[in-house]
């Protein structure tokens, strides 16, 4: 299978200027919707070994995309799986590509306590997208009853002036919210000093769009807001 001709016969130009609006990046963009790219992702994995897939080149932003879920879907060892990550994460430039990538990762559910020692390495870089990374996988695997306080604490000590990095900090606050309104409540209360106000404000304003965070709820984190 040619895969970048099976790639531009699903593009579409409506798409195309949709993409190009709300994502920034360096890759030139065809227009396939994410659905569409996972069918080929599956397809392709049957008949072509993930490593001839890898060395694909980067022509479009769909031909990254296609690597991230090809990775996320590929029956591998987790130590294959950690070095194919590892080769992937310096390809992400944008959080469209970051936030997919995350979400295709399903292994982690089987493996979050070893995983997290990997995701320990990765606070330590000042990249933007490695630590967006990592905040998007903790708020997809690890916001539970085992990791949440975990989690909270670690939000705290990812110190970035990075914008996709503080706006995923917020978001897994938000998240935070709905799934366990009360304990975040009080983490926000007690490290209302800690955490930046750009962040405190947005978690609590993204929090308070959620259909999930009841009115009476919702009337405790407007006054908790910072002025």
Excluded: H
């Amino acid at each position: 299978m040619n895969i970048t001709n099976a790639l531009k016969k699903e593009a579409s130009i409506d798409y195309k200027k949709f993409q190009e609006k709300i994502c920034q990046t360096k890759y030139p963009i065809l227009g396939i919707k994410i659905p569409t790219l996972r069918k080929i992702a599956k397809n392709i994995l049957k008949t072509t070994e993930i490593s001839k897939i890898m060395e694909l080149n980067n022509d479009y932003y769909e031909t990254v995309m296609l690597k991230g879920l090809v990775i996320g879907l590929s029956k591998v060892s987790y130590e294959e799986k950690i070095t194919l990550i590892n080769s992937f994460l310096p390809l992400i430039d944008n959080w469209t590509i970051c936030d997919v990538f995350c979400s295709s990762l399903k292994f982690i559910k089987d493996n979050q306590n070893e995983f997290l020692k990997y995701l320990e390495k990765l606070t330590q870089s000042t990249k933007e997208y490695y630590l967006r990374f990592v905040i998007v996988i903790y708020l997809n695997y690890y916001l539970d009853d085992t990791y949440i306080d975990y989690v909270l604490n670690k939000l705290l000590t990812i110190k970035s002036n990075k914008y996709y990095v503080l706006m995923a900090i917020s978001w897994a606050y938000s998240i935070s919210f709905i799934k366990y309104f009360n304990k975040t409540k009080e983490f926000f209360i007690k490290y209302q000093n800690d955490i930046p106000k750009w962040v405190y404000n947005k978690s609590i304003q993204k929090s308070l769009e959620s259909y999930q965070i009841s009115k009476e709820d919702k009337d405790i984190l407007k006054s908790m807001k910072k002025r």
